[in-house]
């Protein structure tokens, strides 16, 4: 089933650089409490730069991450890929999720490229969606 929802984006300028949100449009009826965990991956920039940011093939890369994982969880319904921020040292990828260990099953099944991908993983449970709602709200979601 193809995702028809909408994406909106934000930016911060700040000291230290420009910050990206890419925020989905949810349902208004969204049940965040049927995707009550959320998973965060930061993908820390690999560049050796002061200012960090991104090389041209380190943005292609997340961008072939981002696909990869996103086709293999929408095909399985568990996640759904909710905000990613491009702050100037790392990407944010924040997955609403029914199951983290499907979650990690299909980040571990994933072939890899070659090289790993540089990515951390946080989680924290959130079943009324209060860490999106607070970001949607901020931007008039």
């Known amino acids: 089933m193809e995702d028809t929802r909408g ?4 930016e911060h300028r700040a000291e ?16 965040f409490r049927a995707y009550p965990e959320r ?3 930061i993908w820390a920039y690999q560049d050796d730069r002061s200012v960090g940011t991104a090389s041209p093939d380190e943005l292609q ?3 072939r991450f981002e696909d990869r ?5 929408e095909a399985a319904g ?5 905000i990613v921020f491009t702050e100037p040292d790392h990407r944010e990828y924040v997955f609403l999720s029914r199951d983290v260990n499907a979650f990690v099953g299909v980040l571990n099944a994933m072939p890899q490229e070659a090289h790993p991908y540089p ?5 924290e449970s959130d079943p009324n969606g209060e860490f999106y ?3 949607a709200e901020a931007i008039g979601l």
Do not use: P
Not at 78 to 82: C, E
């Open 7 to 10: 994406w909106t984006l934000a």
């Open 16 to 31: 230290d650089g420009l910050s990206l949100m890419r925020i989905k449009r949810l349902e208004r009826d969204f049940d």
């Open 39 to 41: 998973l965060n991956l």
């Open 61 to 63: 890369a997340m961008q």
């Open 69 to 73: 994982v996103c086709e293999r969880i």
């Open 78 to 82: 568990h996640s759904v890929l909710a």
């Open 119 to 123: 990515i951390e993983i946080d989680h």
């Open 133 to 135: 709602r607070s970001f």
